[in-house]
């Protein structure tokens, strides 16, 4: 079992910044790669960023360039921090660890930019 708990999200004005956090505990020697997924309403959860054991990144084209995605192993913590934040990048964001052949989810940090 691996437990993911986010925090880290809150309102924020356009052209502001936020860094989100995702604590991983319990079998966390199982996890490999660890991302930040969204979800706003109405729409799709969608990918935000991924990043590997190895430190290998990958944006969605939304946020490269304003996003920035790192993990901490000491602490077993993800962190995205978000900057140049857009009324579009409001949503719920969910961290993402796949271990053990399943997915494994937070509970979400709800995001929201003023305009």
């Known amino acids: 079992q691996v437990q993911l708990v986010e925090s880290g999200g809150g309102l924020v004005q356009a052209g502001g910044s936020l860094r989100l956090s995702c604590a991983a505990s319990?079998?966390?020697?199982?996890?490999?790669?660890m991302g930040w997924f969204r979800q706003a309403p109405g729409k799709q959860r969608e990918l935000v960023a991924i990043?590997?054991?190895?430190?290998?990144?990958q944006y969605a084209n939304s946020v490269k360039g304003r996003s920035t995605i790192s993990r901490d192993n000491a602490k077993n913590t993800v962190y995205l921090q978000m900057n140049s934040l857009k009324p579009e990048d409001t949503a719920v964001y969910y961290c993402?660890?796949?271990?053990?052949?399943?997915?494994?989810w937070g509970q979400g940090t709800q995001v929201t930019v003023s305009s």
């Open positions: 993402h660890a796949p271990a053990n052949d399943r997915n494994y």
């Open positions: 319990g079998n966390i020697f199982s996890i490999n790669a």
């Open positions: 990043i590997s054991n190895s430190g290998y990144t």
